[in-house]
Each structure stands twice: as structure tokens, then as C-alpha cells.
């Protein structure tokens, strides 16, 4: 700033000196004025409005002026001799006054030891600033070097005319090649940056001062709009990070939820994976687990464990007849009975359908063993209630223990498995320790499984005839239609070998049809041959009879063969009645619209009372073969006989005597007024054609010998 001001004053100093040299040349012979008029006119002056060009006598008096009355009046005083005068004119300190800055004239000039002077007003040296740059305390100011000032400017207001210590301002004061020392100056006091600085060609100095507060008060703000501005992007930060921060435990807890969403999708799935939807048991494949896990256990530390193998008795029938919800209820039940029967150690766990299995680790003792399986046996067979009817089921269960009868997972399940269906072969409910024994007879059962699927399709299954013969006339009026097994390596095979087999496979159901056909066509084709005519019997499993297409067999067969529907007759058990006595009632009506007769098979054994036969609409009676056998022996056996064959006629009914073999049955049976008799003692079952000829030979006959 000292530096442009500096040039500006040198600049506007130098052209008032110009003006000045000018204006002392021109002068001539001529008056004053009349030069100066004609300098004027030439446009060789300053502007008028701000300077008046004067020319003086030698006592300092007017001679000419640009301004015909002079604005300044006092008399130009400060000529030297040599070079440009400056002087303040009017007198003392205080509010502006004008500058004159004169030189001697020449000796030549019409008036010599006269003066030319320019005059102008102070403020012109001080305004080349505004006060944005300046500040209210800023100083511009011209000092001569008498230790007046000039001018001085303050902020906006101009003063002239103070005295001040030129040599102490001027000292170490110039701001070449340094800072601008801060002063406090002396005229009034104000702390300033200031540079005094002397004009090379001019006896006068020029100053320039900003107030330190001012200056400072700027770097201030400007330090507080940087603070501001510091801390609003502190501020802008801090939000960001704390959005930031924000986001990410957004992040975090969407990425933990879909994580935990995850865990727990794989704790379900794993707990799908390795339980029973339905009763929440471990599945087979959690179960092979643990027993690999049982047995590595027991190998290690020299133990044993004991695997049981369970198979609910009857539980298809219950699931088909009832439904499968009442299945499902009772398997529930079963597993919650089953985990009451063992201790925490135990594992009870479901296979799949009825089948469950029970680990028993560190059991050593056979006897032990059977008490955990009789517990079983007992829980599993205490009557419950399902459907608003009471029921039971029991359990047939098979033991193998490790490491005696086996040493790998898959051997000790399967003759756990061999073991079962042996408990189930002694009549159910009962559990079987597995032996070598039961292997060779549960391999026999093994190739007779197999080679049951392919004996339909070989034709190796043929009927057996047994005749009905009628106790008044000796007549065979009847024949019941009996399976049997022509195997080609086994030989002959009976129903009892095969038929619980082809019940649990279902193959009990196209073998049944081939029964139905072939013994319908055989009755047709007997009378075809001459033969009197006579009832035919067939026998129905539970299986078959629950089968929904039972109706159709039956009307398919009475169909193919032409055969009078009232000579058909179906035999069925009570214990296919138990299961569910309202379907089976209405397959039994269903039986009778076609016309086809309907005996109840090896009556008394089952557990039905003899009052619920009312319910059934039935035809005819068989007493069981083993009251007929201890009939003559056993009191009992004769007293229940006589009661089947009293209510059966007081029903209605026809009553026949199964397994007769002799003629003191006979006898008794005829007093008792038994209707129809069936057993050895008449025929043996025989092959259609011997049947034939049995018949034949009977016809003549008066009565049973
Ligand atoms: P079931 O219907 O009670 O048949 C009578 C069984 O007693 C027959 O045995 C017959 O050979 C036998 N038997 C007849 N008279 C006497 C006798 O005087 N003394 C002795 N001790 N037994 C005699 P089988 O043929 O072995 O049949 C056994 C059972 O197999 C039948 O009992 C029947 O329930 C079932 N069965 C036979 N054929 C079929 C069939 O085609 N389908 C179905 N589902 N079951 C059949
Ligand atoms: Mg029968
Ligand atoms: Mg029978």
C-alpha cells in the first residue's frame, strides 16, 4: 500500500511540477494573465475545479489565477530559490486546507522574484483509498519535512497542520525489505502498522498507517469465520460420521438378524432333519448317529448296549380304518409312553411308520433287558381312548445286543428287525431276543418274501377246496375256496406260512382278487359240469376287506364268471369287525345289496361278545375249529359251542362247525342242532377236481355217517 501511494503522490507531484515549469516558461513580455488565459485555453492547465494556477508578485500578491477570485486568499509565501516550494496555506492546525506548491519565476519573466504556484486541496493526495481498504483508524497522510503534516486523512475525516516529530517518524520506518512496525503515533495515539517514507525528488514524506485493532479485528473475523467455518465442517463431519456410524449398525443389525434369521432357519432345518415331524422322536438318521456313536462309546470303554426293535401290531389296519389323524394321535401316544418307559440314558427314537427303537446303553444283563421290554410291552398295551372309542394295541418287539449280535450299525438293526418279526410270528406283543436260529428262519423268510411278489405273475398259486355238507341230508351244499402256495423249490405251501406276509406287503390284495375270479369261475364251471348246485366260500383278510376296491372284486368276479351272487359267501374274522365296527358294517351292507352271503370266520376266539353280532348283518356262524376239537373233553368249550349255536338261531343265523374230525363231533354237533359241519372227518381240502369227485360220491348219501 506504501508503494502504490508512494507512486501516486510522485505521479501527481510530478505533474503539478510540470504544470509549474510550464506555465514559469511560457511567461513572457505579455501580462500574466493573458498567458495563462491563453495556457487555459490551450487545454495545457489542470482542471480548474481542482487546481487554480496562480502567478505571484515578489511580495507574494496575486498577479494572475486560473480562478478570477482566488479561492484561496491567503498569499502564496514558500518560494525558494531553487526547486518546488510546498507550503500549507492559512494558518495553524485543524480542518483541511488548500496546498500550494510554487517555483521562483525566471529573471527573464516580466516579473522576476514573482512566483508561479499550483494550488489544490489537501484531500486530493488522500482519497486515491476507500474505506474498505483504509478502515475508520487507517491513516493516508503528506508530512513536510518541517514536521507538519500536509494532509491527513483518518477514515473519512481530513485534517492539516499538526506538528509531529518527522525525524522519529521517518526513522527505521521505511517498510523496504521489513514489516511495517506497529507505532503507537503520536497525534493520537492509535496503535499502527505504519511506514513513513521520504520522496526521493520532493521535500515531502508520505505516510501510511492501519490500525492494528482493525487489521487485527479482521484477521479476528477472519479467524472466527475460519473457526466458523472449521467448526461447521467439524460439525458437518461429526454428523456424517455419526450417519455413518448410524448406517452401519443399521448394517449390522439387519446383517445379525439376517444371520440369526439364517441360524435359526439351519437349527430348524436341521431339527426337521433329524427328528419326527410328528411325535419329535430323532429320525432314523439322527438314530444311526447315536448308535454309531453308542457303539464307538461301548467299543472304547468295553460296554454294551442293547438295541430294541418295535413294531406296533395291527397299526395299519387302525391307521386305514380310522384315518390317518387317529393314526397319528396314537403314534403320539406310543412315543410319549414309550419315553416313560425308559430311563433319560435311553434313547427312543421313530424309524418311520409304527417302527421305533430304543438304545439302552451299558446294559449288560439279559434280565434287565427284558424288564425294559416288558415295560414296553405293558405302556404300549394299556387301553386309550381314540375317536370316543377304547382301544388297544400292543407291540411285538425284537432285541439284538451289541456287541454279541453284531458289531456294525446295520447288522445289530437288522436282527433287532430279525428278532421283531419273530416276536411278531409268536403271536405279537411279546419281545425276542435275536439267536443264529431266527437268521436262518428270517433268510427263509427273506427269499419267501421275494419270491411271493412273482408267484402271482408265475401262476404258482392254486386253490384248495374244502366242503360244507349239510347235517340233516349228508350233502355237500357248499365248499370254502382255501389258498395254498405251490412253490417250486419249497413244495406246497399253507396260508399260515404266507398270508401274515402278504398282509403286511399288501400283495394280499391282487392275490385276494385271483382267489375271488378264480373261485367264482370255478363254481360256475362245476355246475356247468353237472354238479348240484352249491355255495362257494371265500376268505378275506383285514387288509382286503378295509381295500377300497373290495366291491369291485367282488362284482368284477360275479360278473366275469355269470355266477349267482347268493351263492357266494365272504368269510371275515371278528377282529376285522374290532378295528372300526362302522365301516365295517358298511361294507358288509354294501356286500349284501349285490346278494352275496356273509359268514363270520372262526367265531369265539376273537373278543367281540356274542351280543354285538346283532349290529352285523350276517348270514352264517363258524364256530371255531378248536372248540369243536376239546368239545367232548371240555365243559367249557361245550357250554360256549352251545350258546354261539342257541343265539346264532335265535338270529337267525346258520351255524357251521369247522375242524370236525370225528364222529362223535358229528354226533354232539347234530343234537345240538348245528346246521352245516366242515372238517377232515367229511374232506380234507382237496384240488378242484378231487373236490368234484368228493362231491359226487356224497350225492346219494342220506346223511353224515
Ligand atoms: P379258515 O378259513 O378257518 O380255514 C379252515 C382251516 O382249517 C384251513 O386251513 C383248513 O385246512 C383247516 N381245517 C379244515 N378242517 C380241519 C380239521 O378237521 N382239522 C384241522 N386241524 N384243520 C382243519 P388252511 O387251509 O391252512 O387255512 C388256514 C387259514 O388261512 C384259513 O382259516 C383262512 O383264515 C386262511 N385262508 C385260507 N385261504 C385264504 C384265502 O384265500 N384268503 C385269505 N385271506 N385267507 C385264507
Ligand atoms: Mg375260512
Ligand atoms: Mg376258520
Not at 363 to 386: D, G, M, R, W, Y
Request: aromatic residues 6%; hydrophobic residues 40%.
Amino acid at each position: 500500500m506504501a508503494e502504490t501511494y508512494e507512486a501516486q503522490v510522485v505521479r501527481a507531484l510530478r505533474e503539478i511540477d510540470t504544470t509549474l515549469r510550464l506555465v514559469r516558461y511560457s511567461l513572457d513580455a505579455r501580462p500574466p494573465q493573458e498567458v495563462l488565459d491563453e495556457l487555459h485555453q490551450q487545454g495545457m492547465l489542470p482542471p480548474t475545479l481542482l487546481f487554480e494556477v496562480r502567478i505571484s508578485d515578489a511580495e507574494g500578491r496575486t498577479v494572475a489565477s486560473t480562478h478570477p477570485q482566488p479561492a484561496h486568499q491567503p498569499n502564496v509565501t514558500m518560494v525558494q530559490a531553487e526547486g518546488m516550494g510546498i507550503e500549507l496555506l492559512g494558518s495553524g492546525e485543524g480542518a483541511e486546507q488548500p496546498l500550494a506548491f510554487s517555483r521562483r519565476l525566471s529573471e527573464e519573466s516580466a516579473n522576476p522574484q514573482g512566483a508561479v504556484s499550483v494550488l489544490v486541496d489537501g484531500a486530493y493526495f488522500v482519497s486515491g483509498y476507500d474505506m474498505d481498504t483504509l478502515g475508520v483508524l487507517g491513516v493516508l497522510a503528506l508530512a513536510e519535512e518541517e514536521g507538519t503534516f500536509l494532509v491527513r486523512r483518518t477514515g473519512n475525516d481530513l485534517f492539516s497542520g499538526e506538528k509531529i516529530d518527522y525525524e522519529d517518524l521517518l526513522t527505521d520506518n521505511d517498510g523496504i525489505g521489513q514489516p511495517a512496525l506497529v507505532r503507537s503515533s503520536e497525534w493520537d495515539g492509535v496503535d499502527r502498522y505504519l511506514v513513513a517514507r521520504q520522496l526521493f525528488e520532493f521535500p515531502v514524506a508520505i505516510v501510511v498507517g492501519l490500525s492494528q485493532t482493525e487489521q487485527l479485528d479482521a484477521a479476528e473475523s477472519m479467524q472466527r469465520s475460519y473457526y466458523l467455518r472449521a467448526w461447521l465442517v467439524s460439525l458437518a463431519g461429526l454428523v456424517i460420521l455419526a450417519l455413518l456410524g448410524w448406517l452401519s449398525w443399521k448394517l449390522q443389525q439387519v446383517q445379525a438378524k439376517v444371520l440369526e434369521e439364517r441360524l435359526d432357519h439351519a437349527r430348524r432345518a436341521e431339527y426337521l432333519a433329524f427328528h419326527d415331524n410328528l411325535t419329535g422322536l430323532p429320525n432314523r438318521a439322527y438314530f444311526s448317529r447315536l448308535l454309531t456313536r453308542g457303539m464307538q462309546h461301548a467299543r472304547r470303554y468295553d460296554k454294551q448296549l442293547a438295541l430294541l426293535f418295535l413294531d406296533l401290531d395291527r397299526f395299519k389296519a387302525i391307521n386305514d380304518s380310522l384315518g390317518h389323524d387317529a393314526g397319528d394321535e396314537l403314534l403320539q401316544e406310543i412315543s410319549r409312553r414309550l419315553g416313560h418307559s425308559v430311563r433319560e440314558s435311553d434313547t427312543v427314537a421313530r424309524l418311520g411308520g409304527d417302527e421305533f427303537v430304543v438304545l439302552l446303553p451299558e446294559i449288560i444283563e439279559q434280565e434287565q433287558i427284558s424288564h425294559v421290554a416288558n415295560k414296553i410291552l405293558a405302556a404300549v398295551s394299556a387301553p386309550f381312548t381314540l375317536v370316543g372309542q377304547e382301544f388297544r394295541i400292543t407291540v411285538s418287539i425284537g432285541i439284538a445286543r451289541y456287541p454279541a449280535d453284531g458289531e456294525d450299525e446295520q447288522t445289530l438293526m437288522k436282527h433287532a428287525d430279525v428278532a421283531m418279526y419273530h416276536a411278531k410270528e409268536e403271536g405279537k406283543n411279546n419281545a425276542q431276543f435275536y439267536s443264529e436260529q431266527l437268521k436262518s428262519d428270517s433268510l427263509e423268510r427273506l427269499a419267501l418274501e421275494s419270491s411271493l411278489r412273482k408267484a402271482l405273475e408265475r401262476q404258482e398259486f392254486t386253490l384248495y377246496y374244502q366242503s360244507k355238507l349239510d347235517m340233516a341230508t349228508g350233502r355237500v351244499i357248499g365248499m370254502e375256496a382255501l389258498l395254498r402256495w405251490q412253490h417250486p423249490e419249497l413244495g406246497l405251501i399253507l396260508p399260515k406260512q404266507f398270508i401274515p406276509l402278504a398282509e403286511e406287503n399288501g400283495l394280499i390284495v391282487p392275490i385276494g382278487r385271483w382267489v375271488i375270479y378264480t373261485a367264482c369261475r370255478q363254481n360256475v364251471a362245476w355246475l356247468k359240469a353237472g354238479l348240484p348246485q352249491m355255495s362257494m366260500a371265500v376268505n378275506l383278510s383285514a387288509r382286503q376287506f378295509l381295500d377300497d376296491g373290495l366291491l369291485r372284486d367282488i362284482k368284477g368276479a360275479l360278473q366275469a364268471s355269470g355266477m349267482a351272487p347268493e351263492l357266494l359267501e365272504v368269510e371275515i374274522t371278528e377282529s376285522m369287525m374290532m378295528v372300526d365296527m362302522q365301516k365295517a358294517v358298511g361294507v358288509l351292507q354294501e356286500l349284501r345289496k349285490i346278494g352275496v352271503r356273509i359268514a363270520i370266520d372262526d367265531f369265539g376266539t376273537g373278543y367281540s361278545s356274542l351280543s354285538k353280532l346283532q349290529a352285523l348283518p350276517l348270514d352264517t356262524i363258524k364256530i371255531d375249529g378248536s372248540f369243536i376239537q376239546d368239545l367232548l373233553n371240555n365243559a367249557g368249550d361245550r357250554s360256549l359251542t352251545e350258546a354261539i349255536i342257541d343265539l346264532g338261531k335265535s338270529l337267525g343265523l346258520t351255524i357251521v362247525a369247522e375242524g370236525v374230525e370225528s364222529a362223535e363231533q358229528v354226533a354232539y354237533l347234530r343234537q345240538h342242532a348245528c346246521d352245516q359241519v366242515q372238517g377232515f372227518y367229511m374232506h380234507e381240502p382237496q384240488p378242484a377236481v378231487d373236490a368234484a369227485r368228493s362231491v359226487q360220491e356224497r350225492l346219494d348219501s342220506e346223511s353224515i355217517p
